[in-house]
């Protein structure tokens, strides 16, 4: 064969493969968009089951979206007939209220048809309100959505279901909050080291770090208010914010009865920077979860052991290695975390639509809101679990305390030295010299002298024995720490709730 024949073989042969690969990623790609849209169709979120919490799930789900839009429909025509501006009567206002009602399974077969969602509501909403009404007489469902435009009603439907879910999240980090709070004056003596860079620092108290947690957990409360507050609106404004066929006073009515706030101002959507913001809070939890979980996780290490997740008495830590209890639930919430922090990204980037209105911010949001949201309810709920069962070991925080044979109380040493006269710089000379040759010892796994030993055999060091002695007590590092204690016990984790539409 000659050269020619086998290159012109081996461009074809590339060339069919070339193809094979491109065929296949497109059909994958066609399979996994339908089947994101048949979760999306069932569920109203892509979130799997295994991390969904019932009262979470509920809000997102399309039953409850649907009855939100149906509320807003209501009192929209309630409005219209109270305000006597257009024809709608008083009595069918009542009527539409007794009639109205939806089947999610029948919303799905119209949309198939008629390839939008709202309108596919609209359609069946429509015939059960007209179902018992005689054929010759004026159907009352033809109020229904008058001067209203898709997004007048989508819009405030999500904001009212994101504060809805942002009830759920109060209440959780509420909860954890108050946890944190008691275990921290729980362990408010226990004894451990404190570490930075991942190194021995100082003593301190494992209180601590539940009060740590604890005030970042107040703030994270304060954050979804304010997020609540931010996103707590509501728009029937028409197609681009001109209300060109309906009077504002629907909309201030309409509002009213939903608890939310009148958009002042809005385009044909609620504009994006209040979801943003809302996004960027979520974030913002999920790395407060992420922190406390990574804290435990580190601490869980067999090499240090000083705490462990709750483990069950028939719980299995590995397939193959019997002995292992690992930190699973944890791990998941550090894995969630992550999840719910790209999903702001998603939100900042809906900021930006075109003119009065794009469609782009509506697909990515059916996802990543609901699916932050029910993602952030788990990492609470197993954090609920994780910090009231966390199991401490005294014994062996106690041992770590001590496993730098006293470097840790350098600091106060230096400080003594200097409190003689001495200048700051000869001080951390002396301190220095010993804490090093402790450290090698240490990292040669040498059994030497302690660190307080190689001290009162420096004559450079003019500490006394009992002055040393002294220095040498955790308690020494502590004198202050009540203050931290008492503005914990003035932490106050109350918070008000948004109230929901037919008591959900």
Known sequence: MSVQAVLRHAFITAYLLFFVFIFRTYIVGILNTYIILQGLGKKGSLMIDRYTQPAMGHIFSLEN????????????????????????????????????????????????????????????MASYIDKDVPAEAPHPSRWVHFGMT???????????????????????????????????????????????????????????????????LKRDLDRLNNAQESVSYGAISG??????????????????????????????????????YVAG?????AATCERITTEIRGLQK?????????????????????????PITAEKVCGLARVVKANAQVA?????????????????????????????????????????????????????????????????????????????????????SCAMKTWKEIQECEQGTSFKEKLKADPACVLSDDELDTIFDPQQFLTHTSIVFDRLQALDFACACHEKINGE
Request: net charge negative.
């Open 65 to 124: 979206k649907y009855n939100v839009w149906k509320e807003i429909e209501v009192c929209a025509c309630e409005a219209q007939a109270e305000l006597g501006l257009i024809g709608i009567t008083k009595d069918e206002a009542a009527w539409i209220r007794a009639h109205a009602a939806c089947n999610k399974e029948e919303i799905d077969a119209l949309e198939a048809q008629v390839n939008h969602d709202v309108i596919a509501f609209l359609t069946n």
């Open 281 to 285: 809070v979520l974030a913002v939890c």
């Open 302 to 326: 067999t090499d240090t052991l000083e705490v462990e997740e709750p483990f069950k008495k028939k719980q299995k830590g590995s397939s193959a290695m019997p002995h292992k209890r690992n």
């Open 150 to 216: 898709s997004t007048d009603l989508g819009d405030t439907a999500l904001c009212y279901m994101l504060s809805q879910a942002l009830d759920i999240l109060k209440d959780d980090v509420t909860r954890l909050g108050e946890i944190c709070k008691r275990r921290a004056f729980e362990e408010k003596s226990t004894l451990c080291v404190g570490r930075t860079h991942g190194i021995h620092a100082e003593p301190m108290t494992f209180g601590m770090k539940f009060a740590s947690w604890a005030q970042e």
């Open 348 to 432: 900042y980037d809906n900021v930006a639509l075109w003119h009065e209105r794009d469609i782009s911010h509506s697909s990515n949001e059916r996802v990543a809101l609901a699916d932050s949201f029910i993602a952030l309810d788990h990492m609470f709920t197993c954090l609920i679990r994780i910090v009231d069962g966390l199991v401490l070991y005294p014994k062996r925080m106690l041992a770590n305390l001590n496993k730098t044979r006293g470097l840790i109380y350098s600091s106060k040493v230096l400080l003594a030295l200097v409190d003689t006269g001495m200048t700051r710089e000869d001080a951390y000379l002396i301190v220095q």
């Open 239 to 276: 197609a681009v914010g001109t209300y060109s066929s309906i009077d504002p006073r629907v909309e201030q009515m309409v509002c009213e009865k939903l608890h939310l706030k009148v958009d002042p101002l809005s385009t044909q959507v609620i504009s994006r920077d209040h979801h943003a």
